[in-house]
């Protein structure tokens, strides 16, 4: 979860950091008079500069929205969650569109860093509540995959009881499709626990994990079907 | 006479005891045939059920996916 800060945070204020880092010297060191005004011989670099970060704000907002669209569309997630989720991508959204029109009316170099320094404050101070929001939506996602999961487990059981009888030559598949409901089981488990432990990266892994071996298990079972001429 | 109503007598018990024997046979090879039968739709329909519950799962799976991929939006 840490991630969502990071990764929108830290492009932009990577770019602005190496930015600095690159140009301070020019920028700061070397353009900017002790009065502050940041003008003159740096007149091209405020100029360049601004563009560069109106253009990684505008890569940043771009990617929120689709990110809000993508929740948006989810059908999972609670209705409540969602807005939640939304609302806390869209104050960011917000914060980097005044940040946009700040930078864009910004006549010096100290201006603009300053405008960094307040953007950056403002996203971390966002950072537990969009965490949180999105910690929801894994447990909520994963809550409903856990039900549907032993569903399914319930399902395959008694369809292993009938094929038994129905296609017993197919006996060996069949047992080793019961060896991968064992397999299942202890997924569920573990799937139980990284929602507790509300750690999305690991309930979404947990979540493809037990796809994976559902769709394997589907395609024994379609093996055992087409061997004893089950028609569906 | 009583010779052939003997004879008649056994042949009669012969026949209806080969008319029952035949008719629980067919009726219990008609039995096991329909039974199969109803075992194999059984299978079917469970596995039906079962195809619908997995492609339900995958769309929780896409689910997370998606909102992983939110979690990431840079």
Redesign the interface.
């Given at each position: 979860?840490k991630?969502?800060f990071f990764?929108?945070v830290?492009?932009i204020f990577l770019c602005v950091v190496v930015l600095f880092s690159v140009v301070g010297d020019v920028a700061f060191a070397g353009n900017i008079p002790s009065g502050g005004s940041g003008n003159g011989s740096a007149g091209g670099t405020l100029a360049w500069q601004k563009q560069i970060l109106m253009a990684i704000a505008d890569?940043?907002i771009k990617?929120?929205d689709?990110?809000?669209n993508?929740?948006q569309?989810?059908?999972?997630?609670s209705s409540s969650t969602k807005r939640a989720?939304i609302a806390s991508?869209q104050r960011i959204e917000d914060r980097l569109v005044t940040y946009k029109t700040q930078i864009a009316q910004a006549t010096t170099l100290a201006e603009i860093q300053t405008l960094n320094q307040q953007v950056g404050q403002y996203i971390q101070a966002q950072k537990n509540g969009i965490i949180n929001a999105?910690k929801t939506?894994?447990a909520e996602?994963?809550a409903?995959?856990i039900a549907?999961?032993k569903?399914?487990e319930a399902?395959?059981k008694?369809?292993l009881a009938?094929?038994k009888?129905?296609?017993p030559q197919e006996l060996t598949t069949i047992n080793n499709i019961e060896v991968q409901l064992a397999t299942l089981a202890s997924n569920i488990v573990a799937l139980n626990v990284a929602i507790q432990g509300q750690n999305?990266?690991v309930?979404?892994q947990k979540?493809?994990e037990?796809?994976t071996l559902?769709?394997h298990?589907?395609a024994n079972?379609k093996t055992v079907?087409t061997s004893?001429q089950?028609?569906? | 006479m009583p010779m052939l109503k003997s004879k008649t007598g056994l042949v009669i018990v012969v026949v209806v005891a080969l008319v029952v024997t035949g008719f629980v046979g067919v009726r219990f090879v008609f039995k096991k045939f329909t039974s199969s039968l109803r075992s194999k739709e059984d299978a079917a329909a469970q596995i039906r059920a079962l195809n619908k519950t997995l492609n339900e799962y995958n769309g929780y799976s896409n689910s997370a996916n998606q909102l992983n991929n939110s979690n990431t939006p840079l």
């Amino acid at each position: 979860m840490k991630k969502l800060f990071f990764e929108i945070v830290a492009p932009i204020f990577l770019c602005v950091v190496v930015l600095f880092s690159v140009v301070g010297d020019v920028a700061f060191a070397g353009n900017i008079p002790s009065g502050g005004s940041g003008n003159g011989s740096a007149g091209g670099t405020l100029a360049w500069q601004k563009q560069i970060l109106m253009a990684i704000a505008d890569v940043a907002i771009k990617k929120l929205d689709e990110a809000e669209n993508a929740v948006q569309m989810n059908t999972v997630i609670s209705s409540s969650t969602k807005r939640a989720i939304i609302a806390s991508l869209q104050r960011i959204e917000d914060r980097l569109v005044t940040y946009k029109t700040q930078i864009a009316q910004a006549t010096t170099l100290a201006e603009i860093q300053t405008l960094n320094q307040q953007v950056g404050q403002y996203i971390q101070a966002q950072k537990n509540g969009i965490i949180n929001a999105f910690k929801t939506g894994f447990a909520e996602i994963g809550a409903a995959a856990i039900a549907k999961a032993k569903n399914f487990e319930a399902q395959l059981k008694a369809t292993l009881a009938l094929l038994k009888v129905v296609c017993p030559q197919e006996l060996t598949t069949i047992n080793n499709i019961e060896v991968q409901l064992a397999t299942l089981a202890s997924n569920i488990v573990a799937l139980n626990v990284a929602i507790q432990g509300q750690n999305g990266a690991v309930i979404s892994q947990k979540i493809n994990e037990i796809n994976t071996l559902i769709q394997h298990l589907g395609a024994n079972i379609k093996t055992v079907q087409t061997s004893c001429q089950i028609n569906l | 006479m009583p010779m052939l109503k003997s004879k008649t007598g056994l042949v009669i018990v012969v026949v209806v005891a080969l008319v029952v024997t035949g008719f629980v046979g067919v009726r219990f090879v008609f039995k096991k045939f329909t039974s199969s039968l109803r075992s194999k739709e059984d299978a079917a329909a469970q596995i039906r059920a079962l195809n619908k519950t997995l492609n339900e799962y995958n769309g929780y799976s896409n689910s997370a996916n998606q909102l992983n991929n939110s979690n990431t939006p840079l």
